[in-house]
């Protein structure tokens, strides 16, 4: 268990990406393949011309899936007026992006299932869907396709849900670590694992096929906001730091609450239409959150 900071500061972790494609992390030998259905789900994500035919055939394909979808799809949460009782009347009723997001988020949600029955574990998932649900938002605003920012969003913590599956308890206990001593948890990740969520996030990314633009969110979600362009890679930045300041962080919020400062405070660095999207109340977007990832679950 690591008992102090590592000297080298956060900024100057990241390697050569030659490095990274060479290198198989220890850390994550024998990890389970990501789902089959999960990563045909991004190839039709990638393809603007996606027939809803194609969609069905394929969601038809996992049983389990399908069953999952139409639980959801009857939920509150959804509204819908009618009992949905196929997927392409759930098609019709929530639209083409929904389904498609909804889907890859009960896929991803099954493959890190087994991890989140450790608490602190289960939080790491429910900070990605936080973070997608929020890259959903910007994106509606700044009119950049939602599906593809959800999708970001929701995968951009990939490399820190692979070290979770694949080492629960370590990883557990690696977050523990972290909070007590207030450490940077991609240093202490470097510590433990040799590797951080970032660098194991973009192996794994590229040995899965993910699309360029999701590796680079991946891969640099935790990177300054570039201010001159406001596309898929800021939108995702955006959604992780509101994730964190909305108290929806990998690490939770310190037990005498959350300040609204540093909600205000980023709130005012965001493009004007996206900052229109977002209450002037935390607690509303707080709210909000807690429902839909509470529907997930």
């Known amino acids: 268990m690591p008992t102090q900071t590592p000297e080298r500061p956060a900024a100057t972790y990241h390697r050569p990406e030659a490095a990274l494609e060479a290198t198989q992390h220890w850390a994550l030998r024998d990890l389970p393949p990501f789902p089959s259905i999960a990563v045909k789900l991004l190839q039709l994500l990638s393809d603007e011309e996606v027939q809803v035919k194609r969609l069905i055939e394929l969601l038809r394909s996992d049983a389990a899936l399908s069953a999952e979808l139409l639980r959801r799809a009857n939920s509150a949460l ?25 889907a890859m988020a009960v ?21 990605s869907l936080a973070t997608a649900l929020l890259s959903e938002r910007l994106a509606h605003a700044v009119h950049f396709e939602a599906d593809r920012a959800y999708t970001a969003g929701l995968l951009h913590d990939i490399g820190l849900l692979g070290l979770m ?34 660098e194991a996030g973009a192996w ?39 994730s964190d300041v909305l108290g929806f962080g990998v690490i939770p919020p310190s037990e005498t609450g959350l ?24 607690e509303v977007l707080q709210d909000f959150l807690t429902q839909r990832i509470n529907a997930y679950e």
């Open 107 to 127: 896929a991803l949600g099954s493959y890190v299932k087994s991890a989140m029955r450790i608490a602190a574990l289960r939080r790491c998932w429910r900070h």
């Open 259 to 282: 300040d609204p400062s540093p909600y205000e405070a980023l709130r005012l660095q965001f493009p004007a239409a996206a900052q229109d999207c977002l209450p002037l109340r935390m």
């Open 78 to 102: 959804y509204g819908a007026r009618t009992q949905v009782s196929s997927l392409q009347q759930g098609l019709v009723l929530l639209g083409l992006d929904q389904v498609r997001s909804l």
């Open 165 to 198: 599956v694949n080492n629960p308890k370590e990883y557990a206990n690696l977050l523990l670590v972290s909070r007590e001593n207030g450490f940077d948890i991609r240093v202490t990740e470097q510590a433990m694992f040799d590797v951080d969520h970032c």
């Open 204 to 242: 794994l990314a590229r040995q899965w096929a993910f699309p360029e633009e999701i590796l680079n969110s991946v891969r640099h979600h935790h990177d300054p906001i570039d201010d001159s362009q406001y596309g898929l890679l800021a939108i995702t930045q955006s959604a992780v730091l509101l």
